[in-house]
């Protein structure tokens, strides 16, 4: 059975005077959706985000919710907003409410249910989110993790059928932000549609369905979160998930800097803190690798590409060496004592052949 599109949005475009976080949107959110929006500060997550309930008005490009196009200026955008919960950074509570009040301001108000209905479902999401025992306190006596989940249980009261977060943990103490990601787990096991703007990266590749890598003014990489974090297509998308620090080279000649080239690889070992250890095995595999091995099966025209990558998230070091010409593995056809000390340091080595070029990858766990 196919999924119920929600959510159309096709080349939506945002800009501001001196910026354009969004340039050219296009995709489409199902009903039973969890997305997680990640990427880079400053990449237009959350101003996406508030231009799906019309919070920033787009510049250009079309938003259709639940049939209704929201871009139009004919729209009833206040219909509309009440199937879409929002939830901030800051909370938003009415400080001078308690929080039962709160949670049945809109209820009353907007869906016009008595106060006695209102409080009843108010106090069951208030035991949904373990707060029931706070009913009567108010916003300023509560911490960050528990106004939030307030925030939470305040948004579905209006019985949306979308649930959207703008970064709901990051005004929150390292010790509050589980609380919150709990409860938004168990929205998700019950099957509410949710778009989360989130830096929580386990959160996000635990909790979602699809992931959206945003970056360059729009969608830049989206998939499953095992497509996302385990197999990213994009060097942008790969470097943001591993965390990459990366130091890329070129030989071109025999007769390279080589002294400088090992300078080079520590600083870069000694400005992303790897221990003296791995820096040192770095250089021996490169000296082992490229100029016992490679250099010495090439003529003079050739061209080595080296990157050397730190992986702040699984804490491993890569050295990669690429070089064009025909198929040489040096783990099979290279200098046996050579090639030995270099499996001897690292945590692993793998060789491949493809579309003409030769890549080695040498592994180095801290």
Same mark, same amino acid.
């Given at each position: 059975?196919?999924?119920?599109?929600?959510?159309?949005?096709?080349?939506?475009?945002?800009?501001?005077?001196?910026?354009?976080?969004?340039?050219?949107?296009?995709?489409?959110?199902?009903?039973?959706?969890?997305?997680?929006?990640?990427?880079?500060?400053?990449?237009?997550?959350?101003?996406?985000?508030?231009?799906?309930?019309?919070?920033?008005?787009?510049?250009?490009?079309?938003?259709?919710?639940?049939?209704?196009?929201?871009?139009?200026?004919?729209?009833?955008?206040?219909?509309?907003?009440?199937?879409?919960?929002?939830?901030?950074?800051?909370?938003?509570?009415?400080?001078?409410?308690?929080?039962?009040?709160?949670?049945?301001?809109?209820?009353?108000?907007?869906?016009?249910?008595?106060?006695? !209905?209102?409080?009843?479902?108010?106090? +069951?999401? &208030?035991?949904?989110?373990? %707060? /029931?025992?706070?009913?009567? =306190? #108010?916003?300023?006596?509560?911490?960050?993790?528990?106004?939030?989940?307030?925030?939470?249980?305040?948004?579905?009261?209006?019985?949306?059928?979308?649930?959207?977060?703008?970064?709901?943990?990051?005004?929150?103490?390292?010790?509050?932000?589980?609380?919150?990601?709990?409860?938004?787990?168990?929205?998700?096991?019950?099957?509410?549609?949710?778009?989360?703007?989130?830096?929580?990266?386990?959160?996000?590749?635990?909790?979602?369905?699809?992931?959206?890598?945003?970056?360059?003014?729009?969608?830049?990489?989206?998939?499953?979160?095992?497509?996302?974090?385990?197999?990213?297509?994009? !060097?942008?998308?790969?470097?943001?998930? +591993?965390? &990459?620090?990366?130091?890329? %080279? /070129?030989?071109?000649?025999? =007769? #390279?800097?080589?002294?400088?080239?090992?300078?080079?690889?520590?600083?870069?070992?000694?400005?992303?803190?790897?221990?003296?250890?791995?820096?040192?095995?770095?250089?021996?595999?490169?000296?082992?690798?490229?100029?016992?091995?490679?250099?010495?099966?090439?003529?003079?025209?050739?061209?080595?590409?080296?990157?050397?990558?730190?992986?702040?998230?699984?804490?491993?070091?890569?050295?990669?060496?690429?070089?064009?010409?025909?198929?040489?593995?040096?783990?099979?056809?290279?200098?046996?004592?050579?090639?030995?000390?270099?499996?001897?340091?690292?945590?692993?080595?793998?060789?491949?052949?493809?579309?003409?070029?030769?890549?080695?990858?040498?592994?180095?766990?801290?």
């Amino acid at each position: 059975m196919s999924k119920e599109c929600f959510i159309k949005i096709e080349h939506l475009k945002k800009e501001y005077p001196n910026v354009t976080p969004l340039k050219d949107v296009s995709t489409e959110i199902y009903k039973g959706d969890v997305i997680s929006i990640i990427g880079p500060s400053g990449t237009g997550k959350s101003t996406f985000l508030r231009c799906l309930n019309q919070l920033e008005e787009p510049t250009a490009g079309t938003v259709t919710v639940d049939g209704e196009v929201i871009t139009n200026p004919k729209c009833d955008i206040s219909k509309v907003r009440r199937k879409m919960g929002m939830v901030f950074q800051s909370f938003n509570l009415f400080a001078n409410l308690n929080i039962i009040e709160n949670i049945m301001a809109a209820p009353v108000a907007l869906l016009n249910k008595s106060r006695q !209905e209102a409080y009843d479902e108010g106090m +069951k999401l &208030l035991r949904m989110v373990g %707060l /029931e025992g706070k009913a009567l =306190s #108010f916003p300023d006596e509560l911490s960050g993790g528990q106004k939030q989940r307030i925030a939470i249980a305040r948004a579905i009261a209006m019985k949306p059928e979308i649930l959207l977060f703008d970064e709901p943990t990051s005004a929150l103490d390292p010790t509050m932000v589980s609380e919150v990601l709990s409860v938004i787990r168990t929205l998700a096991k019950e099957g509410m549609t949710m778009m989360i703007v989130t830096h929580e990266m386990r959160f996000a590749r635990d909790v979602s369905t699809k992931v959206f890598y945003m970056d360059e003014g729009g969608i830049y990489e989206e998939g499953t979160p095992e497509q996302i974090f385990e197999n990213p297509q994009k !060097e942008k998308t790969r470097a943001f998930i +591993k965390r &990459l620090k990366t130091l890329e %080279l /070129e030989i071109t000649s025999k =007769s #390279f800097d080589f002294i400088g080239f090992m300078g080079e690889i520590d600083r870069f070992g000694k400005e992303n803190l790897l221990s003296p250890k791995v820096v040192m095995n770095i250089q021996l595999a490169f000296e082992e690798m490229v100029i016992t091995n490679i250099m010495a099966k090439m003529g003079n025209n050739f061209k080595i590409d080296i990157a050397i990558e730190h992986s702040e998230t699984d804490m491993v070091s890569r050295l990669q060496i690429t070089y064009d010409g025909e198929k040489f593995n040096p783990l099979e056809d290279g200098d046996e004592l050579s090639v030995n000390l270099v499996k001897k340091i690292a945590s692993k080595v793998i060789y491949n052949y493809e579309a003409g070029r030769n890549k080695i990858t040498i592994c180095f766990a801290e």
